[in-house]
């Protein structure tokens, strides 16, 4: 299948898809187009609630593109990748309406800086996580501040730290990133249908409102993540990220 990110409202619910037939990993083109996605549903007056999930059953998000990444030559090629990702949780950071998450399988990286930046998040039993970018030579710089504010500073610093090991769904769901974990994703999509529906049935203004105050305390996140892309889009042009980033291409 090819790439693509899709909007789809049923019931006052602007249901987001992305999908990379590549684990669902995040080329450039497909963060652009996932943060003007986010931004655009933000303020569609058909929507009261937004959904994000990912396509296909087995991992929700791997994270930056391999890839393109291999491709970076110059610090501000480097910066401007990573800042995709700064991008798209601005975008939901700063959006109107609250986005619940659905994560159907497996996050690596930049994929759990997606779920951290989610009012609510629902899972299935195998969505476990790992942050693995100090082992390729980088660092979870971006999305550390989304990652931290989710489950803490010291969970994320255990999962920096050791960086090849994926903790499990169950992990997830006791430091906070978690609110429910299910056993199969049929029964997660009907859970995320039934809080979806019911909260867009709430008062708009109430759920606005709510919203800023859940991100208090962030305005100084683009700054904050633009700084940071530009220490990875620097650290990226390492001769030991190269080499290790072939191994795994």
Not at 10 to 36: C, T, W
Not at 207 to 213: A, N, T
Request: glycine content about 8%; some cysteine.
């Amino acid at each position: 299948m090819e790439a693509y990110v899709t909007l789809n409202i049923e019931n006052k619910v602007g249901y987001i898809e992305f999908h990379h037939p590549n684990r669902n990993s995040m080329p450039s083109d497909i963060l652009e187009l996932l943060a003007q996605t986010i931004k655009a549903a933000g303020i569609n007056d058909d929507i009261n609630v937004i959904v994000l999930k990912s396509g296909g059953d087995r991992t929700f998000c791997a994270g930056a593109s391999f890839n393109e990444i291999i491709a970076i030559e110059d610090e501000e090629t480097g910066f401007q990748f990573f800042s995709g990702f700064a991008k798209v949780i601005n975008a939901m950071r700063k959006c109107q309406k609250l986005i619940i998450g659905r994560v159907q399988g497996k996050s690596v990286g930049g994929g759990v800086g997606l779920a951290a930046a989610t009012d609510y998040c629902l899972a299935t039993q195998y969505a476990s996580i790992k942050l693995s970018e100090l082992s390729i030579g980088i660092g979870p710089f971006v999305i550390e501040p989304a990652v931290s504010r989710k489950i803490g500073k010291n969970a994320m610093s255990q999962m920096t730290i050791d960086a090849e090991t994926f903790f499990s769904s169950e992990f997830a769901k006791e430091k906070g990133l978690f609110s429910e974990v299910f056993e199969s994703t049929e029964v997660l999509d009907e859970a995320v249908k039934i809080l979806a529906e019911k909260l867009a049935t709430y008062n708009p203004k109430a759920l606005k409102e709510m919203k800023k105050v859940f991100w208090e305390g962030t305005n100084n996140w683009d700054d904050l993540l633009s700084e940071r892309a530009r220490i990875s889009g620097k650290l990226v042009l390492s001769t030991f990220t190269k080499n290790t980033l072939k191994r795994f291409r």
